[in-house]
């Protein structure tokens, strides 16, 4: 298994407060991701990141920040949660970031936001 | 933008039996990657599968072989001698081939396959 770890791996929280999930990874590999899974809608990516201090969105960046200050650790800010982003939050690697290489995806993180 | 349907939310099969989950996408690229997640209920999500669009030859691994069917946009997934550790959400995915290195996945809904003993 590749070395990803995220943490919390569950956590409940109210509206409005800031919430940081980690994602840690000892693969060394350039690129990060982190992806929300929620019923009916499959992962979809939040944003992702190809080294460090360099990140971008994906499809559902809204209310969401990420930083990237070592290669080993991508973190995801929600600075005001709100009860949408009560998901399941999955953090994913790939060496290469291309088509042909694979992504890795840690355990997940559950939040829950009341 | 590219999209993934799943369209069956769940299927069962007898354990022994042989059973095909389907999966369309849409798509205006004629270069990219097709795969098939499998998410056990410890939710870790593991790669079953992997097509590349150039190939012809449907990929096989052990029981799983994909029907990959480029004209019609379509990659259904077999299984075969379902075990009950096959029991699981099963995702179609798709990614571009750009090489500029930041190829996203896109999922389909899923499919929760359950094994009948």
């Known amino acids: 298994d590749a070395g990803i770890t995220q943490s919390p791996r569950h956590k409940v929280t109210e509206t409005g407060t800031p919430v940081t999930l980690r994602c840690h990874q000892t693969?060394?590999?350039?690129?990060m991701y982190w992806y929300r899974q929620d019923p009916g809608h499959g992962l979809r990516l939040i944003h992702y990141s190809y080294g460090v201090k360099d990140t971008d969105k994906g499809e559902v960046s809204d209310g969401y920040s990420v930083s990237r200050s070592k290669t080993e650790d991508f973190l995801l800010t929600l600075e005001s949660a709100t009860s949408s982003q009560t998901s399941v939050y999955f953090c994913?690697?790939?060496?290469?970031?291309?088509?042909?290489?694979?992504?890795?995806f840690g355990p997940g993180t559950r939040l829950t936001v009341t | 933008a590219q999209t993934v349907t799943q369209s069956q939310p769940e299927m069962s099969v007898q354990e022994a039996e042989t059973v095909t989950l389907s999966c369309t996408y849409d798509t205006s690229e004629s270069d990219y990657y097709l795969f098939w997640y499998k998410q056990p209920p410890s939710r870790q999500m593991i790669l079953v599968i992997r097509q590349e669009a150039y190939k012809q030859q449907n990929a096989t691994e052990n029981r799983f072989s994909v029907n990959f069917q480029k004209a019609a946009k379509s990659f259904s997934l077999k299984i075969s001698d379902s075990q009950l550790g096959d029991a699981a959400m099963y995702f179609c995915?798709?990614?571009?081939?750009?090489?500029?290195?930041?190829?996203?996945?896109?999922f389909g809904t899923g499919t929760r396959l359950t094994i009948i003993p």
């Open positions: 693969e060394n590999h350039r690129y």
């Open positions: 994913a690697i790939s060496d290469t970031g291309t088509a042909l290489d694979e992504q890795y």
């Open positions: 995915a798709y990614r571009s081939v750009t090489n500029f290195g930041n190829e996203k996945l896109t």
